[in-house]
């Protein structure tokens, strides 16, 4: 049988191989470390984790990431294997011995006699002989390949950094507050007059919210990932540097906006939010790119009124990092559209965070291996966290991906909202705390069930699967 070619062998491409190797396909796995290093690694180990040893929390009912690491237990990831059994103590999260867990995944794809590793740089587009190709060549993919998928999707279609704004679950967005219009009432493609949310600030409010952008911390580049600041792309921090009415004639400007509940009182700034995903659960900060660190994000956008108690989807930031236009260049199975011998895995495809990438990955290699044996090849329910991820980052984006797709971590708001009870078996109103519990784990339920009747294995929740 002619074998599946895979080119990365990070998290993405190592979990593709094995897949692909599992189902009864050969594939060669094509990794350019030793011949040829790069800025981030420290050694020639396929999946080695280059930054944090974080899989992140590990409880499928209460959080997209574990119900995330469940789904992909249930089909054999060799990533979640490995690290279960490298597991290091940190509390409810999953994090790995990084230096253990790697080397187990090295000798398990070393030992697979379907396995062909194949230690050289794969230099511009694959060889056309090679029918099946899956490219996971991740956030530092080499310039001699990135300049090839440039010249076939299209020169804008390739992404060197991610200049991102927070975006935040619409849910958590307090609406006696804000208010929903567009500027000027200008309708939309769809005829929305009124398709962003508007956080209003008055001065003194506002003053002290540039006082907090100009005095908060700073993420510093690394010297490796030196980023241009573009005029449409500056942090919003960098604007507030360049004077302190800045902000207020950029993307905090408050004219063409009427707050319905004081009509006569214009706002001296406002933030505007835009939907990101089809969904309308998730909602992006406009012109709120930053390098603000983390933890400081948080405290000063809920500075903001109207996001008091906003919950995070992702924050946001800027630093080096390759990416495709993946909603406009790739199918529902992860295809280029323009040759669909190729298919793209892991953090090149616009995913964000090691399982994130192992498990678009996994994908990747299930869809290449059911095409090699001529067998159907379908996505996962979008109710799933598998789902959701190929979905959004191939479909989901609320633009087509024509501006405005960014990477993404997994998240509740990329599945299917699902009602929670209002009330427990006594009839007593539950408190928002136990319902927002209730509801996670309904979704995590429904998603494992879900997998299960699309994989055709057996119900993946129940007594010792919920640890």
Request: glycine fraction near 10%; proline fraction near 7%; include cysteine.
């Amino acid at each position: 049988m002619t074998p599946v070619h895979v080119i990365g062998g990070g998290l993405a491409g190592s979990e593709a191989a094995w897949q692909i190797a599992e189902a009864g396909v050969p594939v060669v796995l094509h990794e350019m470390r030793p011949v040829r290093g790069t800025d981030a690694h420290q050694t020639d180990r396929l999946a080695e984790l280059v930054c944090s040893n974080s899989f992140r929390a590990d409880d499928w009912t209460g959080n997209a990431v574990g119900l995330l690491h469940a789904e992909m237990r249930a089909l054999g990831s060799i990533i979640m294997s490995a690290g279960d059994a490298h597991q290091v103590p940190a509390g409810g999260a999953l994090a790995v011995d990084r230096d253990g867990f790697a080397e187990a995944v090295t000798a398990r794809l070393e030992a697979h006699p379907l396995v062909t590793i194949a230690r050289e740089e794969v230099a511009g587009l694959p060889p056309a002989e090679w029918d099946s190709v899956i490219i996971a060549t991740g956030p530092l993919t080499s310039p001699a390949l990135a300049a090839a998928i440039l010249e076939l999707g299209g020169e804008d279609q390739l992404s060197f950094f991610d200049a991102i704004a927070p975006i935040l679950h619409f849910e958590s967005v307090n609406m006696d507050v804000a208010w929903r219009q567009s500027r000027y009432d200008k309708e939309g493609p769809g005829g929305d007059a009124a398709a962003y949310i508007n956080c209003p600030m008055d001065k003194d409010q506002y003053e002290a919210f540039i006082d907090a952008l100009l005095a908060g911390p700073k993420s510093e580049f690394k010297d490796w990932e030196h980023v241009p600041y573009f005029d449409g792309c500056l942090p919003i921090e960098v604007m507030a540097e360049r004077g302190r009415e800045t902000p207020r004639h950029g993307p905090m400007k408050p004219v063409g906006l009427t707050n319905p509940r004081d009509p006569l009182v214009k706002a001296h700034a406002i933030v505007q939010l835009r939907q990101d995903n089809a969904l309308g659960t998730l909602w992006n900060m406009v012109g709120f790119q930053t390098k603000l660190k983390h933890g400081a994000q948080t405290d000063i956008f809920r500075m903001i009124p109207g996001l008091e108690k906003a919950v995070f989807a992702r924050l946001g930031g800027l630093h080096r990092n390759t990416f495709i236009n993946s909603p406009r260049l790739l199918d529902g199975t992860l295809r280029m559209k323009a040759d669909p011998r190729l298919r793209f895995a892991g953090q090149v495809t616009g995913v964000e965070g090691y399982v994130e990438s192992a498990a678009v990955g996994l994908l990747a290699g299930r869809f290449a291996a059911a095409e090699r044996l001529g067998r159907p090849i379908s996505a996962p329910p979008a109710t799933t966290a598998m789902g959701a991820l190929v979905g959004h980052i191939t479909g989901g984006h609320l633009d087509g991906g024509k501006g405005s797709f960014q990477p993404m971590n997994i998240n509740y708001g990329l599945m299917p909202a699902i009602e929670p009870p209002k009330r427990d078996a006594e009839g007593n109103r539950l408190g928002s705390k136990e319902k927002t519990r209730l509801k996670k784990r309904a979704v995590g339920e429904r998603a494992l069930a879900d997998l299960a009747a699309w994989a055709q294995i057996p119900p993946l929740y129940g007594e010792g699967q919920a640890a």
